[in-house]
């Protein structure tokens, strides 16, 4: 099974832009909430999350089209590749997430974007972000417009799950990391 400290390796030994390492951090704090709600091994999930953007950085154009060779070859199990590759469905592959993982990966990759843009205008971040504050700026198309809203919530439909719930869920996962991932904002509570 596919530990984090294994993802984190594998995964820093492609990405080097900062900004990917935060959204694997975004990702990987939200797989492991979403992994706590549908009672799964939270570890392996946010290793699952963290590992999922292995290719984008060198293959932006082609993005997962080189993740599952060297992910096999480098002793990640097929299932945790499949659910990596599902995120993409529709996008970038035909890889379609069925798993609960699966569904919640293809669901919190665009997710987590629109919540750390929402974390980022607030004075304390993200640690007093709120379901309703999200869903007010998840409602404006102009915020966050390049994150794929259409795909949220197929994400969500495909977990059965209302998109304040999915929400709620990663903004309370994502807080414990507020610091790794600079959303404490800029007036630090004391």
């Not at 060297?70 to 997430?97: M, Q």
């Not at 629109?114 to 993200?126: E, F, S, V």
């Amino acid at each position: 099974m596919l530990t984090l400290e294994r993802a984190r390796e594998l995964n820093d030994s492609m990405v080097t832009e900062d900004h990917l390492r935060i959204h694997a951090m975004n990702v990987m704090a939200s797989m492991g909430a979403m992994a706590e709600h549908f009672g799964e091994d939270k570890e392996h999930w946010m290793a699952v999350g963290y590992l999922h953007d292995y290719d984008y950085e060198k293959y932006p154009d082609e993005h997962l089209a080189h993740t599952e060779q060297p992910l096999l070859d480098a002793g990640v199990d097929p299932e945790d590749v499949r659910a990596i590759l599902s995120h993409g469905y529709g996008i970038c592959t035909d890889v379609e997430p069925v798993t609960n993982m699966e569904k919640s990966l293809y669901a919190v990759d665009e997710l987590t974007g629109i919540i750390q843009a929402c974390a980022r205008m607030r004075p304390h971040g993200i640690t007093d972000l709120t379901v309703k504050s999200f869903m007010k700026k998840f409602k404006d198309k102009n915020f966050a417009a390049k994150c794929n809203r259409p795909l949220i919530l197929d994400g969500c439909e495909r977990l059965g799950m209302e998109i304040r719930d999915v929400a709620g869920i990663c903004i309370e996962g994502m807080k414990p990391y507020a610091a790794e991932i600079g959303l404490l904002g800029t007036e630090v509570s004391q």
